[in-house]
């Protein structure tokens, strides 16, 4: 978003009375959002940070059904995020797209052939998956050939289903922009300092603009709080003697070349200490994960501690033992912290997905735990409750049938990226690229390339032209400020294209400070951030 349409944002922020006010810029409050904002009502979003900047980044980047909740008898939340998947699918098909997954098994494992089978199959009617996406069952000599590297002592077979993978951040930016489009105004870079009460109600809530540097206050007639893993620093805000709702618990992953670890299929497989983890082929790369560790550390920028490394490591080579990766086989990684609620004397892997909301005397309304993939139905639970409050019925929620910005059919995908290479590749776009801008910003890439037509003539050199009309595009519609918001979650590349970040982000800086009218300090300082996120996600203490 440019400089002028935050400013006008900011006046609306201030002048209007909003129905609903949702503190919180990752999946669940921007599904708020945009499920308020198609019913009707008035939405303003304050994001404290960068939107995705927590949770919905840092995630296993999957929209998968919870196979392992079964082991706990959650049969509700298996059945309801289960069935979402396919409804995500449809809504933002160049985001979210299926993906076979092997589920290799071992004699004395954490899961037998048996139950394996059983658990697949009241996974696949509990979940609805369509007749060609159920599990099959492959024997041991089955599965050694369909993954050559495998581990295969004890080897008793191995299921294939279907998974959904996803870029995470880029599913909360297209859910964003479409409560945008439907008339939610939506800001980043808003910190939520306190409450104003009247008759002991919640009226407006004060932000600090950290772009502006100056509070505002923003009245609404209802509060809701999706702050992800600073729900209970919300709630204390409100009420300085709050109780604990959640459990942090961290989880981290590892990104690797394809070419150091090759494989065929996403693999979901036992650590051999009772938990699970994905290896999990994305283009070029390889990703590893994820750890479940309690956590009590800044909530804002965990760490990946060699540790966590060391663990991952020694469960992906205990898998493929022809392998033998080390820390130096590492490019980058990622940590992220899951706002799980609190049970008692339960350990990380023990404690429930489900989500919760609560409400507190003076009307702030908190939703916390849940996954990314149940987040439109976390959203429908929400806003179902303020509708009811403010209009005495829930009325309907839409978003189960809204396509989300950006959006192409399956279908379509291959002749849309066929079409626009045949257009782009006058100003420089290679194949690759397309398919990389197709499948990050879907229909919306024709802008992008539209703007690198106007910098034909001026930006000659075509590696920055193509960089230049990327960041004009997210700048004027996807609300970056810096560098930072652009390489990690507008685009993923700091995980997964380092070397491009490397390469690029000292002009993206410039161009960036030139479409914002920046100051030097400022330029300096986003420069410096990024530079200790680069080195962060190769550090391992």
Same mark, same amino acid.
């Given at each position: 978003?440019?400089?002028?349409? /935050?400013?006008?944002? $900011?006046?609306?922020?201030?002048?209007?009375?909003?129905?609903?006010?949702?503190?919180?810029?990752?999946?669940? @409050?921007?599904?708020?959002?945009?499920?308020?904002?198609?019913?009707?009502?008035?939405?303003?979003?304050?994001?404290?940070?960068?939107?995705?900047?927590?949770?919905?980044?840092?995630?296993?980047?999957?929209?998968? +059904?919870?196979?392992?909740?079964?082991?706990?008898?959650?049969?509700?939340?298996?059945?309801?995020?289960?069935?979402?998947?396919?409804?995500?699918?449809?809504?933002?098909?160049?985001?979210? /797209?299926?993906?076979?997954?092997?589920?290799?098994?071992? /004699?004395?494992?954490?899961?037998?052939?048996?139950?394996?089978?059983?658990?697949?199959?009241? *996974?696949?009617?509990?979940?609805?998956?369509?007749?060609?996406?159920?599990?099959?069952?492959?024997?041991?000599?089955?599965?050694?050939?369909?993954?050559?590297?495998?581990?295969? %002592?004890?080897?008793? +077979?191995?299921?294939?289903?279907?998974?959904?993978?996803? %870029?995470?951040?880029?599913?909360?930016?297209?859910?964003?922009?479409?409560?945008? @489009?439907? +008339?939610?105004?939506?800001?980043?870079?808003?910190?939520?300092?306190?409450?104003? /009460?009247?008759?002991?109600?919640?009226?407006?809530?004060?932000?600090?603009?950290?772009?502006?540097? &100056?509070?505002?206050?923003?009245?609404?007639?209802?509060?809701?709080?999706?702050?992800?893993?600073?729900?209970?620093?919300?709630?204390?805000?409100?009420?300085?003697?709050?109780?604990?709702?959640?459990?942090?618990?961290?989880?981290?992953?590892?990104?690797?070349?394809?070419?150091?670890?090759?494989?065929? *299929?996403?693999?979901?497989?036992?650590?051999?200490?009772?938990?699970?983890?994905?290896? $999990?082929?994305?283009?070029?790369?390889?990703?590893?994960?994820?750890?479940?560790?309690?956590?009590?550390?800044?909530?804002?920028?965990?760490?990946?501690?060699?540790?966590?490394?060391?663990?991952?490591?020694?469960?992906?080579?205990?898998?493929?033992?022809?392998?033998?990766?080390?820390?130096?086989?590492?490019?980058?990684?990622?940590?992220?912290?899951?706002?799980?609620?609190?049970?008692?004397?339960?350990?990380?892997?023990?404690?429930?997905?489900?989500?919760?909301?609560?409400?507190?005397?003076?009307?702030?309304?908190?939703?916390? @735990? @849940?996954?990314?993939?149940? *987040?439109?139905?976390?959203?429908?639970?929400?806003?179902?409750?303020?509708?009811? &409050?403010?209009?005495?019925?829930?009325?309907?929620?839409?978003?189960?049938?809204?396509?989300? %910005? +950006?959006?192409?059919?399956?279908?379509?995908?291959?002749?849309?990226?066929?079409?626009?290479?045949?257009?782009?590749? #006058?100003?420089?776009?290679?194949?690759?690229? $397309?398919?990389?801008?197709?499948?990050?910003?879907?229909?919306?890439?024709?802008?992008?390339?539209?703007?690198?037509?106007?910098?034909?003539?001026?930006?000659? %050199?075509?590696?920055?032209? $193509?960089?230049?009309?990327?960041?004009?595009?997210?700048? #004027?519609?996807?609300?970056?400020?810096?560098?930072?918001?652009?390489?990690?979650?507008?685009?993923?590349?700091?995980?997964?294209?380092? #070397?491009?970040?490397? &390469?690029?982000?000292?002009?993206?800086?410039?161009?960036?400070?030139?479409?914002?009218?920046? #100051?030097?300090?400022?330029?300096?300082?986003?420069?410096?951030?990024?530079?200790?996120?680069?080195?962060?996600?190769?550090?391992?203490?």
């Amino acid at each position: 978003m440019s400089a002028n349409s /935050r400013e006008q944002s $900011i006046e609306k922020l201030e002048s209007e009375v909003f129905d609903l006010v949702v503190i919180g810029g990752g999946i669940t @409050g921007a599904g708020i959002a945009l499920d308020a904002a198609s019913r009707g009502l008035s939405v303003a979003l304050l994001e404290k940070y960068d939107f995705a900047g927590g949770t919905s980044s840092r995630s296993t980047k999957l929209i998968h +059904g919870g196979l392992r909740y079964l082991k706990q008898l959650e049969l509700g939340l298996v059945r309801k995020v289960g069935r979402e998947r396919a409804v995500i699918h449809r809504l933002a098909p160049h985001l979210v /797209r299926p993906v076979p997954m092997l589920l290799p098994v071992y /004699r004395n494992g954490s899961l037998g052939r048996w139950s394996t089978t059983l658990a697949l199959s009241v *996974y696949d009617r509990l979940a609805g998956v369509k007749k060609q996406e159920r599990f099959k069952w492959y024997g041991p000599k089955e599965v050694a050939n369909m993954e050559p590297g495998l581990l295969t %002592d004890e080897l008793q +077979g191995g299921a294939v289903y279907t998974e959904y993978r996803t %870029d995470d951040a880029r599913l909360t930016m297209a859910v964003l922009k479409s409560a945008s @489009g439907a +008339g939610a105004v939506c800001l980043n870079y808003m910190l939520v300092k306190d409450f104003v /009460r009247e008759n002991n109600r919640l009226s407006a809530v004060l932000a600090d603009d950290l772009i502006g540097g &100056k509070m505002i206050t923003v009245r609404g007639k209802l509060v809701v709080s999706a702050a992800g893993p600073w729900v209970d620093e919300i709630r204390r805000i409100e009420n300085k003697s709050s109780d604990k709702k959640l459990q942090l618990t961290k989880g981290v992953h590892l990104v690797l070349k394809a070419e150091r670890f090759q494989i065929n *299929y996403p693999v979901y497989a036992d650590v051999g200490d009772g938990r699970m983890f994905f290896i $999990i082929p994305r283009g070029n790369r390889v990703y590893i994960g994820t750890t479940d560790t309690l956590y009590a550390g800044p909530t804002e920028n965990p760490q990946v501690t060699k540790d966590d490394a060391d663990y991952l490591l020694a469960a992906a080579n205990r898998l493929f033992p022809k392998q033998h990766l080390t820390v130096k086989d590492i490019i980058s990684s990622w940590a992220g912290v899951r706002p799980l609620l609190f049970e008692e004397g339960k350990s990380p892997s023990e404690l429930s997905r489900r989500d919760e909301i609560w409400e507190t005397s003076s009307g702030l309304i908190s939703i916390a @735990g @849940g996954k990314l993939t149940g *987040y439109r139905t976390m959203a429908k639970e929400v806003v179902d409750k303020v509708m009811f &409050k403010l209009t005495g019925s829930k009325s309907v929620c839409k978003t189960e049938s809204l396509l989300l %910005d +950006g959006y192409v059919s399956e279908q379509e995908l291959e002749a849309l990226i066929t079409r626009l290479k045949g257009e782009a590749s #006058q100003v420089g776009f290679s194949h690759e690229e $397309i398919r990389r801008l197709v499948f990050t910003y879907g229909s919306e890439t024709e802008l992008i390339i539209e703007q690198a037509y106007t910098l034909h003539q001026e930006v000659k %050199d075509q590696e920055k032209r $193509i960089l230049q009309a990327e960041l004009m595009y997210c700048v #004027q519609f996807e609300w970056v400020r810096n560098i930072s918001d652009f390489f990690i979650r507008r685009t993923g590349m700091l995980y997964f294209d380092r #070397q491009r970040v490397l &390469k690029q982000y000292l002009p993206a800086a410039e161009i960036i400070a030139e479409l914002l009218d920046q #100051q030097d300090g400022q330029t300096r300082e986003d420069i410096a951030f990024l530079e200790a996120a680069l080195s962060q996600a190769v550090t391992f203490n």
